[in-house]
């Protein structure tokens, strides 16, 4: 039922506050500054995202396109705690996977914790494939690179 009520929409300038604390309860002492999303609101605002139910942010994802326009690089996404395990971050990353496509972006890649077990099963259920391990990403821990090929 959440998930049929939840709402995909580009994210607007009064949702950084939440999404912000919506960063800092997912990823604690590896959280992004709030400056950050500030940027990223003005880098990226059509592929900066906000899952909204019941007028509440309850989740967000983040993306940018590089290479010429043909890789698409997932930047953050987070859910907040309380609504995790409804399809959230699935829809918020199908949206922004068909922003990239309607961009011309061939390939997305994104980095994950190699310990964040969830969100390593949500992203090879879409379709992504660790390409290669980074030691000391997080710094007290390592991160996948996962990639996902993608055609129109």
Do not use: C
Not at 98 to 115: A, C, P
Request: proline share 3%.
């Amino acid at each position: 039922m959440i998930s049929t009520y939840t709402v995909i929409r580009e994210v607007d300038p009064r949702d950084l506050p939440r999404v912000y604390e919506i960063e800092q309860l997912s990823f604690g002492k590896h959280a992004y500054p709030f400056e950050l999303f500030l940027i990223y609101y003005f880098l990226f605002k059509e592929l900066f995202l906000v899952a909204e139910f019941l007028d509440l942010v309850i989740g967000y994802v983040i993306g940018s396109v590089e290479e010429k326009g043909l890789l698409g690089h997932v930047l953050s996404i987070a859910v907040h705690p309380l609504y995790r395990g409804y399809g959230i971050g699935k829809r918020l990353m199908r949206e922004l996977e068909e922003r990239f496509r309607d961009r011309g972006v061939k390939r997305i890649y994104l980095e994950v914790s190699v310990d964040n077990t969830i969100a390593l099963n949500l992203y090879r259920r879409l379709g992504y494939v660790v390409k290669k391990r980074i030691k000391g990403y997080y710094g007290d821990s390592d991160a996948y690179v996962m990639e996902k090929t993608i055609a129109r």
